[in-house]
């Protein structure tokens, strides 16, 4: 593990099937926990039209923009379905209660 993961917090505080938004000095991530507490990192900026992803509904390892009903996969970014497009993804995992970020990448320029 490299110096650039960061402690955001405990799983806890944030409920299942919800997110929470981490302000970075490179822009806004979105925090997922999954109704099977796993956690995912992605940009909370949708690319259709920049609807804010951590207010949209998870189900499964997905969500679904709260804008125009996008769907994307929190585990490659990817839209599903017919429509095309990606979203950024970091790094995150749960150690002992308390998730971690990988910022690496959103420190080499979020490119992913
Ligand atoms: S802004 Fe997200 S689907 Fe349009």
Request: proline letters at 4%; one cysteine or more; hydrophobic letters at 40%.
């Amino acid at each position: 593990m490299t110096d650039a993961w960061l402690d955001i917090g405990a799983l806890d505080d944030i409920p299942r099937r919800g997110a929470r938004v981490v302000k970075t000095r490179h822009g806004c991530v979105a925090l997922f926990r999954t109704a099977e507490d796993r956690v995912f990192a992605i940009d909370d900026r949708c690319p259709h039209k920049g609807g804010p992803l951590s207010e949209g509904i998870v189900h499964g390892n997905a969500v679904t923009c709260p804008l125009h009903n996008w769907v994307f996969s929190l585990e490659t970014g990817m839209a599903q379905g017919a429509d095309s497009g990606a979203v950024a993804t970091y790094p995150a995992e749960v150690q002992q209660g308390r998730i971690l970020l990988d910022c690496a990448r959103l420190i080499a320029g979020r490119a992913a």
